[in-house]
């Protein structure tokens, strides 16, 4: 299928919040980037919502967790049948799909022969029929499914290719290298989102495939769930208009970059995810964007100067990398400065903006920490992490965070994070936690 023609893109708009002022021999510049994209495409979802010339071609691939565990218990496999059945009627019509059972090998379910198949009402029916024939049995080797979905996305000329895979149990039957090489050979290729149903699977493994392809991941603890979830996926996929975006940070001489990471929706760290894009400049990978906006914190090291002079400590652009080496430019940036003051007041105020990250990013970090620390029997460490969580959460307005933590520990005092570890904790909740520990409040502006 031919891109359509004119598909309508949404406009970027960047915004910085910041405390631009130093004090004197300051050298450390903070500043959250908003980056909104407004006023692409408003088709409908679902079937036959597509209209050429206003929506980017597409081509998802969803892998489906065949392993022998998928029939423990056997309703488990049932549902996931049923999810992906849902995700399918979920396509756009013209969408290139394919539907891939994961074991220890993969295997093409639909439509076979290493192609795709574009959406339409026959090809879903077919596809829904071929699911019925799914059954558990084998291991689980996902590096293998990855590599046959970046095969069969890359065989259709569309501009976004999405995969989304399920899982129920540890990734047993390939080494973690052998994943790791499969990752870094699929990244920049397609986006993922991973899912994990049930409470056999790992966290880190599913978190981490959902992180390298700048795709979501969650847990789906019951598999009656898994129908709802998929087709909330392919909805959000199937709003995606812009594929590969990048955050192009150029900052002058003498400065450096010491991180760049999301902060919201989720924290994500993509400071070591730098690509070289000419002089003093580089790209950070966002993935696809619809309607939608997100927030980056930057940190940059400017050398020190004098009281009364001031800088443009970094430039953020938002690019599309071209495979010939140059990029589109979206049109939208924003710039951080850094002024050096001897007014006391203005050099040690906070931005607002980058108090509020900086919390919900310790606020991550301190969770994982703390579930790791209960796992191996550190109580006391656990229960310090753990309640500095509580405190964070509390003071951020991550309400939802807050009600996860409340399964895992007894909160005496939110306020100064005194709490208890709980001697009993549902294995679901306590990966509920650790699975969505990293999604953030927005600042109040």
Same mark, same amino acid.
């Given at each position: 299928m031919a891109n359509f023609a004119k598909p309508? +893109?949404?406009?970027?708009?960047?915004?910085?919040?910041?405390?631009?002022?130093?004090?004197?021999?300051?050298?450390?510049?903070?500043? *959250?980037?908003? +980056?909104?994209?407004?006023?692409?495409?408003? *088709?409908?979802?679902?079937?036959?919502?597509?209209?050429?010339? @206003?929506?980017?071609?597409?081509?998802?691939?969803?892998?489906?967790?065949?392993?022998? /565990?998928?029939?423990?218990?056997?309703?488990?496999? @049932?549902?996931?049948?049923?999810?992906?059945?849902?995700?399918?009627?979920?396509? @756009?019509?013209?969408?290139?799909?394919?539907?891939?059972?994961?074991?220890?090998?993969?295997?093409?379910?639909?439509?076979?022969?290493?192609?795709?198949?574009?959406?339409?009402?026959?090809?879903?029916?077919?596809?829904?029929?071929?699911?019925?024939?799914?059954?558990?049995?084998?291991?689980?080797? *996902?590096?293998? &499914?990855?590599?046959?979905?970046?095969? %069969? %996305?890359?065989?259709?000329?569309?501009? %976004?290719?999405?995969?989304?895979? %399920?899982t129920d149990g540890r990734n047993e039957h390939e080494s973690p290298d052998d994943l790791r090489a499969a990752l870094d050979a699929c990244a920049g290729r397609f986006t993922c989102d991973a899912r994990g149903v049930g409470t056999d699977w790992e966290v880190k493994e599913v978190t981490g495939i959902a992180s390298a392809l700048l795709g979501t991941a969650d847990i789906v603890a019951d598999p009656a769930g898994l129908a709802a979830d998929f087709t909330r996926m392919m909805e959000t996929a199937m709003d995606k208009e812009v594929a590969d975006v990048a955050l192009r940070v150029w900052t002058p001489v003498g400065t450096a970059i010491r991180f760049v990471k999301q902060v919201a929706p989720a924290v994500a760290d993509l400071t070591g995810r730098r690509t070289e894009a000419g002089p003093r400049a580089g790209d950070y990978p966002t993935g696809s964007w619809g309607d939608e906006s997100r927030d980056y914190h930057l940190c940059v090291e400017v050398p020190p100067a004098g009281l009364g002079r001031e800088m443009l400590a970094a430039r953020v652009s938002l690019v599309v990398p071209q495979p010939d080496g140059t990029a589109q430019n979206l049109g939208a940036q924003?710039?951080? @400065?850094?002024? &050096?003051?001897?007014?006391?007041?203005?050099?040690?105020?906070? /931005?607002?903006? !980058?108090?509020?990250?900086?919390?919900?990013?310790?606020?991550?970090? !301190?969770?994982?920490?703390?579930?790791?620390?209960?796992?191996?029997?550190?109580?006391?460490?656990?229960?310090?992490?753990?309640?500095?969580?509580?405190?964070l959460a509390s003071a951020s307005g991550n309400a939802d965070t807050a009600k996860l933590l409340a399964k895992v520990v007894d909160v005496v005092d939110a306020a100064t994070g005194t709490v208890r570890l709980k001697t009993r904790v549902a294995e679901a909740d306590e990966m509920t936690l650790e699975t969505r520990s990293t999604k953030t409040v927005r600042v109040k502006k």
């Open positions: 309508d +893109v949404p406009r970027f708009s960047v915004d910085v919040y910041q405390n631009e002022y130093l004090p004197e021999g300051g050298r450390e510049v903070n500043a *959250i980037v908003t +980056v909104t994209a407004t006023g692409g495409g408003t *088709i409908g979802k679902g079937p036959g919502a597509a209209v050429p010339g @206003r929506r980017p071609s597409a081509a998802v691939a969803l892998m489906v967790d065949c392993s022998g /565990s998928m029939d423990y218990p056997p309703t488990k496999m @049932r549902h996931a049948r049923d999810a992906t059945a849902a995700a399918v009627e979920t396509l @756009r019509d013209g969408t290139h799909f394919a539907v891939i059972g994961g074991t220890h090998v993969a295997t093409e379910v639909y439509p076979g022969g290493g192609r795709l198949a574009v959406a339409g009402p026959a090809t879903r029916e077919e596809a829904k029929r071929a699911l019925r024939r799914l059954s558990a049995g084998g291991g689980t080797a *996902i590096g293998t &499914w990855l590599r046959l979905a970046d095969r %069969l %996305l890359a065989s259709a000329d569309v501009t %976004l290719r999405h995969g989304i895979l %399920l924003g710039l951080v @400065r850094a002024v &050096w003051t001897d007014d006391m007041t203005a050099s040690t105020a906070i /931005s607002p903006q !980058v108090a509020h990250y900086t919390g919900q990013a310790e606020l991550a970090q !301190v969770i994982k920490q703390g579930l790791d620390l209960r796992k191996v029997g550190d109580f006391d460490g656990a229960t310090a992490k753990l309640g500095r969580a509580v405190q």
